[in-house]
Every structure is written in C-alpha cells, then in structure tokens.
C-alpha cells in the first residue's frame, strides 16, 4: 500500500532543466552523470539511453574542451532527456554549448576567469533560459579558503558556494541551483543544513566520490537519508565508482523508501531463515531482474513464511507468504490463490505483470476522465 511522505520539504524557488522542473514543490529529480569519453559520440549516447532507461531525470556530460564541446551537440541532438554540461576555466566552451542547446550548465563562476567571462557566460544563460549550478566540492575549495580554515570544513564549503551566489546576485541573475558536496558525511550535511537557511534557491544533493557500489550506496543512504528526512534536496546524485545505471537505481531507491517518489516495484522480503519454505534470495533475485522493464508503482511482498508473511502480504498490491505444502498468495490484501515451488518464479512474474496492467490502465481511465471533465 502507498502512503504519503510525512517529510515536510523545504520551500525553494523553482528552475526549469529542460522539461524537468527543479524546486519549488517538484518531484525530487534523480541525475546521474556519464563516464564514457565525451568525444566518443556513440558510446557516451548510449550510455545515456541506458540511464534514461533507468529512470535519470537529468545526466550530466563533461565537457573539458572545445572539441568535447561539438560532441556535446551531437550528442544532444540523438538523446531525449535533459543534459547539463560540466565545465571548468574555459568560459568560451560554456557559450558554445549553451548554442548547441545544453539544458544547464554546470560551472563555478568563480574559476572562469575575470567580470567579463563571468558576465558573458550568465548573459548568456539569460538569455538562452538556461539554468546554472554552482557547484561546490571540499576537493577544489579555494586556496584563500583552504589557508583560511586549514582544511575543507561545512563553513568553508558554505562561503565558497556564497561567493558563488553573490557573483549571480550581482549580475541579476537567480536561475541556478547549488550542490555543496563532500565526501564525508558530517560535513556534506552540515553544509547542506547551513546552506539550506540562507538560500532559497533549489539544492542539489550528492556525497562525492562516495565509493564502490556497496559502500558508496551504504554512504549515499546515510548522508542523502539524513538530508532527504530534513526535507532538504530537490534534485541528487548518487556517486558511486560503479556503472552509472547503478547511481540511478540507488537514488530512486532512496526516494521510494522515503515515500518522496514512485516508479515500479518496491519490494517488501525477508532475509530468510530456516523456516523459509522456497528459496527467498534466488526468487528476488529472479523477479528483480526480470520485472525492472515494469515503472507502475507496486508494492509486492516475498516473504519465506506464515509467522510475518500473511501480515506483510496484507499490506501489499501482492504478497507472497510461504507455506507448506504450498504458498499463500494475496493480492490487495485479500487471499487470492495459492502457488506451488514448481514454476513459483513465472507464476509470480505473471500475475505481478497483470496486476501492474491493471492499475496502469486504471490511472490511465482516471486520467483521461479529469481530462474532459
């Protein structure tokens, strides 16, 4: 069963990325950023196909030079969802993508150089629409930043991203949004908290350079968790050293758990125990792989056993709770049929497919009858 969040969010001004909405109320967007070599056209758009496939809202593209610049606007002409483009120093690459039609640029005004490279690239955004991110990381602070606190702290990770501001401040300009990222938690955070009462623009959310899949998503879950629970973050990014695809299930994971959003399965099994009475890891790890394709949100229970199963099943779109000689099935919180081990997998499959066809086709109908009425 799908409830609502009781996560109070904060209040932010709304910046459009492309066609995604960013702030101000909108659902939280979930951003991943490519790691093949930009010049390289074909591998870097399917790498994008495959992330908007996962559910990206928003992928990030690299762009260190001129000529990864002109493979940026091919690469945009062959992909759907909204690109930023991450720039650095050079503010003649920033005024050249945002012609090939970059969706948000991500720059720190401070390192493009002198007033009037800073003021061409904002006159630029300006006038194109184009939002901003100011981007803060504790590796690349500032060296006064650095001499002055000695080492990455939250308030130095703070006046960095202020400055940022007070530069767009000065030029009129508030179509941005701001990431203050770190790699450890305490200080990603506590610079996310501080950040958030002096700011009302959208924040960007991520714990950099995290780690490998497993413990980067364990540091992802705790720093972003704390920060999502605060109502703090209006888009994130989960980084991990893994294949991006992977940053992409993790943040919509994140934000199922928390309610904030919901796109296809959330799984509700148990670790199993002896008194399993079917295999419960290979059957989710079976169902998992097989039903990602499915984006109507479900809420499907696997459970090894009648001591937590028929109550867990209860609460679910469909539950499983095992038994012998065979298992109990529900579906909408009412016994429905039972299922035997043999073809327990592609029976479950199948009565999970039709189950999400259904409600599809029912949101669909209301829809469609708000719609003309």
Known sequence: MQFESPIVRRVSRQIMVGNVPVGGGA????????NTETCDVAATVEQIQRLEKAGADIVRVSVPSMEAAEAFGEIKKQVNVPLVADIHFDYRIALRVADLGVDCLRINPGNIGREHRIRAVVDKARDLNIPIRIGVNAGSLE??????????????????ALRHVDILDSLDFQNFKVSVKASDIFMATAAYRKLAAQIDQPLHLGITEAGGLRAGTVKSAIGLGALLLDGIGDTLRVSLAADPVEEVKVGWDLLKSLRLRTKGINFIACPS?????FDVVKTMNELETRLEDITTPLDVAVIGCIVNGPGEAKEADIGLAGGTPSHAIYVDGQPDRKFKNDNLVDDLEKLIREKAAAKAAQEASIIARETTE
């Open 27 to 34: 659902p939280i967007s979930v951003q991943s950023m490519t």
């Open 143 to 160: 060296k006064d930043l650095q001499k002055k606190y000695g080492e990455p702290t939250p308030d130095a990770l703070v006046e960095s």
């Open 273 to 277: 125990c002896s008194r399993q009475n």
